[in-house]
């Protein structure tokens, strides 16, 4: 049986060493003492720990069913369920109007991250609800947050989000689903949608699916979409539940992992919707809210690696296998323990480097979501824009891979279902492909967000790495280790942009082809400057007196790693995108 | 359905242009002539393409079921297994005098690719056959091998290996089952040993099972372990099957993939066992066999690689997404095919040009052990042996990656079970981990294999690429594109084995927490130096004014592409090393 333990250290380390949110001149940050916020995460840990976690394997065992077109959720997921809204964790960062907390978005976001770490799967029929709460409270009218929103903030309603067709993913203007108005303002929904989480269930009263359609006569292509809500039951004026919608579930996929989660087939058979926003205007309100969205796909990836993390650093303490070369550490037993070896050692602080720089880099994302959202300040809008792909696409790959990586420590018993690891490299493959395939994060990062508002926010970003080594370059302590593997891997970084600025114009495929080497390198930058940062915060704590000298050293020697053994990668790629487009784009279809 | 189609002009272009197997001066090798060659592969794909992978995604899907003691294995597997038995596939390569074909190794491991690719699982219950077959074979009695080998070459009796118990893989030196001498020359066996592969099944008359165990009084720890034969049904003196054994199956256990091969628990209890070759030297004797076991778990790396590679080609020629940025290259259609995409492409050419690198690789390594075993040539058994780690190790995990990579290509269909991608990845994932698990690998080959004989091996192949370089330099078309890249790579890896002499001496750890990159850095070397090789087979083919101009202009330029965009991947595992332990053991255990 896998263990799970919120790093409640590890969290509230970032929110106040690092990002210092209760300094932060944010509306609503100034009540994220250190008090509270350990009380939430300590709360939302322990909930994650007793409540979801033991459910995780459970999920990924039974699965879903679908019987006569209802869906069984997996044993205790509803008693689950039932204790989140009574918790109050569904309503952490919504709007107060509504019924939310109101809480800052990086405050949901610390509180997210253990939900996650315990069972993924379970925690997307809430992340759903989020996402649809977060378009319908964006794009909706007064009438419709009135009549939706309490409801979804408390979980009573969940929400889904109907993207995805047979034929069409990425590229949504192929959408054939249709919308025909019925005069009443209403209009007629009819069309196969796929891939839709949470898509049926039996944890809630309703279900409110947000649908992109084509409305007749509408527009060709991707400017003729719109989006609609079209609830499970149609909801009466006075908040009752009225008539059964036509929308029913058609399957439920078997996929590789995320058992717990229901992935729907979905048939919408002149089922009636309403317009949210503006006719056409469908693909704006769905952007909206992607920042938030794949920065929460983001989380998903270091999440699963940090459970996955926590297990392989409790089986290489305790398995004795083999002795340490250079003298027997565990001389009166029959072997030493794993970790004395310097492999696994290599794997586990490439896992334990990784999952702490990401949750940095996250938090910062959320903290930057904040300043945006509650300060209108139009310049942390475009940086969050800038790294949104970044969050998503390489976080959620390496996350993947260090959940594989985890697994490996296990030997043969990490191939074995029982022992669990199989399951968090499952779940977490899910990670690089929904919300926007990683290879369209590349493109969505190098295509369009590194130009956005005349590469305004590179530049930024470029800055401020160079305003922090010049800060710091007086500090001996951070500069051979922390600033000068950054300036170095900034420039890799650096003068791939210049790579794609001068040979991009002639032909953009010399861009695009560098353009998943560019996401990775940028990833390796962010999590590179955030272990700066913390390593920076880490020695501060120490000089101030910090009593526990073993976290603070701890975060500094893993800081360390990062710098020395992962960030050297941006050479790698930066040399590879240097060779443009030539040798990728050089085989016909047929030779391939 | 997924599809498989064997890729036999590539199989041939490595034996005959590469390889040149028909004019190597090693006894068989003579008989190697494209045609026959071509009629053997070809049967070979026709068999793995319409018997066994059919039953590929059946296998997956139903696994294996035990009832009452006896195990089920998948619909249509028992057929298909008396198909391979009765088409000679399971004989070629095994002694004549025991009733083998009697062909090279090479001949072997080119009709086992496109098994492998078909079905993994599958193919495992004649693969640990083979295991125990070339076992006994080398180390038996005359007696012994009369008994058993016949039956086992016709694979009428399938064979095992039991080397793990659930308390010891890598360090077998902790082994419990025990062996008690019974005056007769038998032994009786007991213990407990865990995940043996095809344990029990359906499919054979009788299980031959190889056991390590422990003959009572012995030396302690890994040389007190001996080797024995334990058929399931005991074997008369006339080879009629005898009373049944007491071995039987605990357990059947529930893996992440390769659901077709029964994974057993297997409790001996007072088991009637024949010593193999002397006690106490059962690690000799599996050791002997372990360059070729090795190399047929690498093979399974790249062959599932290979087959995920197909299906995403054939979805990215077939799928239409987006458009080409360059200009519409299906304009009359609604959008254009996926492989119009660079991001695409440059995920299915890393895909593709490390396939048939490690093609290459596998088959060169087959190659040296036919040189090794049928001329006595102790320099091939030298470099196969320094090889067999990278071999096993890279084209595992390079395997499991590449095969991942395929199913992101689907997006979300990818992650669907019912699209079969999936299990390509679920299947990869096993041989990162069985026959010693990669990180054991890394060890071998750094802390035994570099230093093995003085070096010498080592240094005979850093010779290798300087000659053929300089034999080459005068070839301007080779040059930039192949050896300048090779070049350099080799000088990274000659590099790192510098500093590991230089301070592996006064602290092993240095070279060991570099271990694991180091077995990535020579696995890019090994495959640059086969493409090199490649590139200009593929020119002489031209040259000499072969028809497929498209064939071999294509191995061109994929070998280009490896060159320019995988190599470079030699720098940055350098610069890895090169940090040293400091970074790796500088936590406490606890601190983990």
New interface residues.
Partial sequence: MPIYNAPTKDIQFVLHDLLKVSEQDIPGFEDLDRDFTNAVVEEAGKVASEVLHPLNVVGDTEGCVLENGVVRTPTGFKEAFEQMKEGGWTAMDCDPEYGGQGLPYVMHTAAQEPFVSANMAFNMYQGLTHGAYSAIHAHGSEEQKQKYLPKMVTCEWTGTMNL?EP?????L??MRTKAVPQGDGSYKISGQK??ISAGEHDMAENIIHLVLAKIQGGPEGIKGVSLFIVPKFLVNDDGSLGQRNGVAVGKI?????IHGNSTCVMNYDEAVGYLVGEEHKGMRAMFTMMNEARLGVGLQGYAQAESAYQNA?AY??DR???RD??GAKNPDG??D?L???????????DQ?SFVEGARAFTFWGAYLIDRAHKNNDADADGLISLMTPVIKGFLTDKG?EYA?AA??VY??H?????WGM?QY??DA??A???EG???IQ??DLV?RKLAQDGGKHVMAFFEMIKTFIKENEGNEALKKDFLDPLKAASKDLQAAGMYFMQNGMK???NA??G??DFMHMMGHVCLGLMWARMAKAAMEALEAGASDT?FYE?KI??G??YM??QL??T??HL??IN?G?????????A??
Avoid at 167 to 171: F, K, N, Q, W
Avoid at 253 to 257: F, I, P, S, W
Avoid at 339 to 349: A, E, G, K, S, W
């Fill in positions: 995805t034929h069409c993913g990425t590229d203007g192929l796929i891939f996929e078997e996929k590789m992992g650093v290489a303490v004795l296998q083999g070369v250079t029959p072997a323990p970790i004395v070896h310097p492999d696994i050692r290599r794997n586990l602080m334990k993947f594989t697994q490996q030997g043969g990490g191939y074995i279902e029982e199989s490299a499952r493959r899910i690089m492909i929904y395939a990683n290879g590349a493109l295509g032909n953009p495929n695009l082809s353009s998943y073993a701890t020697a893993t360390r790693y020395a053994r050297p990668a050479s790698m040399a590879r060779t487009a030539d040798t990728v784009m050089a085989l016909e279809a030779n391939f």
